[in-house]
Structures are given as structure tokens and as C-alpha cells.
């Protein structure tokens, strides 16, 4: 096993505390990066600000820079540092704070659900994208549409890619456009969301295209996040037959998400690269070197949560990177786990069989996300 091919393997926890035994942040020789596993390296790696999203060579990967997924890539915030950075998420952030879960509740509860694989596929995958659609101000037909192509614009993210997939996300990147500029230019919208977002981004920048590039990064962060978020509380309920999904209520939902949130995240590790030299965790680094941040290994650290690698519904003082820490910490962590926590209640009204589901992970460099049958 190696720290990439970990994110999908059955049970990667064993290994992440044999790294962290080795050292907090050390160098893997065969991956050719440093390799940060316990708590105290993952926060300062992810605190420091020579640390950053992408390599100053390539701000936006080779493979796709050509195209629009390219150009919607390299406006990302969760992609730049600095005001590129900062501005977008001044704009995006207090609104996705003050989501009204009500709201969520209400949308995920209108989503048609059945029962079985092709059903939790649609439930963990598209239901996501479609109420932050609505959220939006986009009507369900819309929504749905939008959540197909999300689902091919989220390919150009990730490296396991071909080319036909990149080019499909090109086209996908063109028409997620497209819906935004007549949303933008419809006077009837009354999405709350969408007005306070366009009023703040006002303030500090006229560019439409960053705004535009910005609202599909809400959508594509939703995409596979909260699936995995979804899937993985499933599996939760699978593993721990003490916890009979028949009698599981909204508040024993709301605390399995907050712990397999930390405890099985679908986001198992992301990448910093480091800008100018300097010492991390006693650790001097240069220039151009690659840190894999392992936040699930983080977040079984005894360092950080007492009894780690228990699954503690009512755990105190729980604590997790699984949403990310400092400047680039996940502006949408209350919409995530509002709308997998709405959509766990709907699924379990349906008392699925979750006995007679098989899965597999969803190849992933860094995701953990389960793909049932």
C-alpha cells in the first residue's frame, strides 16, 4: 500500500497510524513527496502560506488548459491564492453559512428516492447537485440537467481522466455556463442565495466569469464530497448493526454524519505545494516540493479526537479536517452535511436493504466513495 492508493482501499486506517508513527511529515521515496499524516503536521501544512493549491509552473493542469474546463479551473478559489483567492470566497461563504436547513429539508424531501443501487446512486450523486440548484434559483428540470453535466465537468479534476472524459468536461464546462448567464440575466430570480452572493462579489470585482466559474465550483465540490459523505454513513449503518437503521432518528442521523465525517471521510487526503522554502513541523522544505495531506489520518491523530478509531455518535469536543483548515477550509461544510443528513433521513424511510448491498470504492486518488450494487 502506498499513501495514494490508500483513499480506496477497505481499510486504510491501520496504515495511516503506521505512518504517523514514522513521523509526522516525512519523505515517501517511491511517490517522491512528503507525506504529512499526524494531526500537528496536517495543520501546519495546511496553516502556512507558502503552501498552496497548485505549483507556480502550472496553476492549471497541463491536460486541460486549453479548453473552458481549463479556463473554469483556473478561477476556481479553492484552485488560487491571495485576492483570487480571498475575493470569490468573501462573496460565496457568508450565504452558504447561513443556508436554511429547513429549506434543504424541504428540497431533499420533495426528490423522488427509491430503494436499491440505481436508487442511492441517484440519491448520492445527483439529489446533491439538484438542491444546490434550487438553492440557486434554478427550476427542477434545470436541476437535473445541470447535476448530468456536473457529473462530466467533475472529470477534469482528477488525473485518472482520458481524454474523451476531459473533452466531454470542456463541453460540460460550456453549458454549466450557459445555465448561469441566463440565470444571472433572469429578472424573476428569487434565490436569496444567489442575490447575496452577486451583491458581495459586486464590491470587489466586475468580472463575470470569475462568478460564473465560481457558482459551478459550488456545484462540483458538492458532486462527489457530499456522495461519499452519504455512502460512507451507509456503510457506517452496514458495519455497526448496533445501530438498527429501522429505529434511527433525526438526531442520531445528524450525529452518524458529524461522525463519519471524521471518521470515514470522502475526502482522504488533498496536495499542497510549496511556494518559497521553508520549515514545517521541524521539517526544512524547498522550493517546488509536493505535500500529500493525509486529513483522514489527521483525523484519527489520538492527538486530536480521544479514542480515534471509535465510531462515537455522542463524542465530545469532535474534532476533523476533513472540510480543510485555514484559508482554504471547504466554505460549504453546513450545506454538506445538512443536505447528506436530509437525504440519510429519506433514504432510511424507505428501509432499504442495506444487508444485501455489495460495493466497491470509486476509483479516487484522494476520494472514498462507494459505489453500490
Known sequence: MDPIIAAIHADPYPYYAQLRAEGGLVFHQGLKLWVASSAQAVAAVLAHPDCHVRPSHEPVPQAIAQGMAGKVFGQLMRMNEGERQRCPRAAIEPGLALIDVNEVNALVGARLITPGPDGLYAAMFRGPVCVVAALLGFSPAQGRAISELTADFVACLSPLSDQAQLDTAHVAAEQLKGYFIELLDDPNNRSALLAGIRQRFAVTSTDSESLIANLIGLFSQTYEATAGLIGNALLALIRNPQLDSAQVDDVIVDDLIAEVQRFDPSVQNTRRF???????????????????????????????????????????????????????????????????????????????????LTWRYRPSLNGRIPLFA
Request: one cysteine or more; glycine letters at 8%.
Open 274 to 356: 510549496v511556494a518559497a522554502p521553508c520549515e514545517i513541523d521541524g521539517v526544512s522544505l524547498n522550493a517546488g516540493d509536493v505535500i500529500l495531506v493525509l486529513l483522514a489520518s489527521a483525523n484519527r491523530d489520538p492527538q486530536l479526537n480521544d479514542d480515534p478509531d471509535g465510531f462515537l455518535l455522542d463524542r465530545p469536543n469532535r474534532r476533523s479536517f476533513t472540510f480543510g483548515a485555514g484559508r482554504h477550509q471547504c466554505p460549504g461544510q453546513v450545506l454538506a452535511i445538512s443536505i447528506a443528513s436530509a437525504t440519510l433521513r429519506k433514504i432510511l424511510t424507505l428501509k432499504p436493504a442495506l444487508d444485501r
